[in-house]
């Protein structure tokens, strides 16, 4: 399916070779000798600044910690005659918070009735007149969230990843064919795919501008996670809850949650996902849940191409999140830059100038933001966009990673798309959950 959003009467980007001829002939030979003959041009997506006026849009957010608040903020900056009317969340007081957020950023009221708390607070919310549905629950729960929302035939944002497993990825995927098949649109958080350089740069590397693409490096290397430290009279399912950031069943572990960005980033400019991987990982510093600290993960292509993926939760270390591309001709960071092999670059994403007259480094318009203006265009146009499948495919490729590390074991993308591999509980109440944290030790028999 074509995801790029279509976007009647905007004018498009001028092509690229145009765009280097703007620039001088400084490295434009190699972009422009590397271009095959009569191959048409990809022009990159001019997105829209400002989602169109229309009927007012009634959203609810599904799990209100700060990812879910953020995406209800950018929603409401996204255009005129859109409203956030309805929250849900298993606790209480992150309702409250976000309610505050909410009020103070955009002055908008949630009345208290509209604001639903427990396990079932999502079905609730989907049945309380909203239109659209922002899902941003912890991700175990993702799954299930977006199926009913499709039944109830809602337009989605579903935040990364998909889902912490083999078999949630797979409800994800049957609930955006029936989504598609509904007509309704359904975008997701991978916001590099949204964001004005990348796109840029995107183009470029599919018009040839580094020749053939050959292999690739991503990391996702930051400070450690935080946790909480559980209080008396927590049951188990609040203590793990709460502690979300550091069990594999709530967000799939670190290469899962956060390297899914550049996995997405790499399947995207690659055009495809990976077929096999082979991984290791451990844990050192973290003293909560059962989550590993550290990844590195060779991903194979069905042609042999491969990229090394590091994610790693330590502080005291090197922060780097970062993507780099190596082509015949040349290399790209995959955001604003491409290089020639004696170091020379040749091309740079042009950002706005700030007051100073200086580039701001930034785009014009957050990502984030973005992807709500995106979201409220294509139904606002009637124009369906369906990005679950990337979303799903880029999940599924970061639960194959982390399933060989756990395990040792090599690990193929035939196997861990059909493996019955479900992670958590098999019901939610306020009690215990039998789930010891106990982190995985490799060489054992694949859990896959």
């Known amino acids: 399916m074509d995801n790029k959003l279509k976007v009647p009467g905007r004018r498009r980007f001028i092509g690229d070779a145009a765009a280097l001829g703007l620039m001088g002939a400084v490295g434009a030979g190699l972009v422009l000798s590397s271009c095959k003959p009569n191959k048409p041009k990809y022009e990159a997506t001019v997105y829209p600044e400002r989602a169109p006026d229309g009927?007012?849009?009634?959203?609810?957010?599904?799990?209100?910690?700060?990812r879910?608040?953020?995406?209800?903020?950018?929603?409401?900056?996204?255009?005129?005659?859109?409203?956030?009317?309805?929250?849900?969340?298993?606790?209480?007081d992150r309702i409250d918070r976000c309610r505050e957020t909410i009020k103070k950023n955009n002055n908008v009221d949630i009345p208290e009735d509209n604001c639903f708390v427990g396990f079932d607070?999502?079905?609730?919310?989907?049945?309380?007149?909203?239109?659209?549905?922002?899902?941003?629950?912890?991700?175990?729960?993702?799954?299930?969230?977006?199926?009913?929302?499709?039944?109830?035939?809602?337009?989605?944002?579903?935040?990364?990843?998909?889902?912490?497993?083999?078999v949630g990825v797979r409800s994800v995927i049957a609930s955006g064919k029936m989504a598609e098949a509904a007509g309704l649109t359904v975008v997701t958080g991978t916001q590099r795919r949204h964001q004005a350089d990348y796109n840029k740069t995107f183009s470029m590397v599919k018009n040839g501008a580094i020749g053939d693409l050959v292999s690739a490096n991503c990391y996702y290397n930051r400070g450690g996670a935080g946790y909480f430290t559980r209080q008396e009279g927590w049951s188990d399912m609040e203590a793990m809850i709460r502690n979300r950031a550091n069990w594999i069943w709530l967000t799939g572990d670190n290469v899962v949650n956060l390297l899914v960005h550049n996995i997405d980033c790499l399947n995207w400019f690659f055009e495809k996902h990976p077929v096999k991987a082979s991984g290791f990982g451990g844990r050192y510093h973290r003293p909560t849940g059962d989550m590993y600290d550290f990844f590195s993960v060779d991903f194979v292509f069905d042609d042999e191409k491969r990229f090394q993926g590091m994610c790693r939760e330590m502080d005291g270390c090197t922060n780097?999140?970062?993507?780099?591309?190596?082509?015949?001709?040349?290399?790209?960071?995959?955001?604003?830059k491409i290089f020639d092999y004696d170091g020379n670059l040749i091309w740079e994403f042009e950002y706005p100038l700030g007051d100073d007259g200086n580039?701001?480094?930034?785009?014009?318009?957050?990502?984030?933001?973005?992807?709500?203006?995106n979201f409220v265009t294509a139904i606002r146009a009637n124009e369906p966009v369906n990005q679950v499948e990337q979303l799903a495919y880029s999940t599924l490729t970061g639960i194959m990673g982390r399933e060989s590390a756990y395990t040792g074991k090599e690990v193929s993308w035939d196997e861990i798309m059909n493996s019955d591999l479900r992670l958590g509980p098999e019901e939610y109440n306020w009690g215990p959950v039998n789930i010891e944290p106990i982190p995985p030790v490799p060489g054992k028999e694949p859990t896959a």
Request: hydrophobic fraction near 40%; charged fraction near 15%.
């Open 55 to 66: 009927p007012v849009l009634k959203a609810g957010l599904i799990g209100c910690g700060g």
């Open 68 to 92: 879910g608040t953020g995406a209800a903020v950018n929603f409401l900056n996204a255009g005129p005659n859109l409203q956030i009317t309805a929250l849900a969340d298993v606790f209480q």
């Open 121 to 166: 607070a999502y079905q609730h919310l989907i049945d309380s007149g909203v239109d659209v549905i922002l899902e941003a629950s912890a991700t175990h729960f993702r799954p299930r969230h977006f199926k009913a929302a499709v039944q109830a035939k809602k337009h989605c944002f579903i935040e990364k990843p998909a889902a912490v497993d083999p």
């Open 320 to 336: 780097n999140v970062s993507d780099i591309i190596f082509g015949t001709d040349g290399y790209t960071n995959c955001q604003n």
């Open 359 to 373: 580039p701001t480094n930034r785009t014009a318009i957050s990502p984030y933001d973005q992807e709500m203006i």
